[in-house]
């Protein structure tokens, strides 16, 4: 019922820019976190930024100071500016979010299908 759809993947030059935008669509009743995650080759999936419901947000150690999670809870969109990319920031970039559906309360994980990220000169 519910659907997660990132935007704004691609390559970008080290030290370049770029900001990865993920929209929630169908049956909403209400959104709790959101976050985003990367997985790189032959790693696990990582946590890079987190914003919960009352707009606390968390980061990764390898990503502070340069990223930055935000969301418009009227768009039911979560963003994530990435700045002074670095050639480590290559990976498939995920978006997840806790959702309820319909007349529930009670939220799911959903996620979304992931967007590359490549940075490379």
């Known amino acids: 019922q519910v659907q997660l759809v990132e935007s704004g993947g691609g390559l970008v030059q080290p030290g370049g820019s770029l900001r990865l935008s993920c929209a929630a669509s169908g049956s909403i009743f209400s959104i709790y976190s959101m976050a985003w995650y990367r997985q790189a080759p032959g790693k696990q999936r990582e946590l890079v930024a987190e914003?919960?419901?009352?707009?606390?947000?968390n980061y990764a150690d390898s990503v502070k100071g340069r990223f930055t999670i935000s969301r418009d809870n009227a768009k039911n969109t979560v963003y994530l500016q990435m700045s002074s990319l670095k050639p480590e920031a290559t990976a498939v970039y995920y978006c997840?979010?806790?959702?309820?559906?319909?007349?529930?309360?009670?939220?799911?994980?959903?996620w979304s299908q992931g967007t590359q990220v490549t940075v490379s000169s």
């Open positions: 914003i919960l419901g009352g707009g606390t947000t």
């Open positions: 997840n979010a806790d959702i309820s559906v319909g007349g529930s309360w009670i939220p799911n994980h959903y």
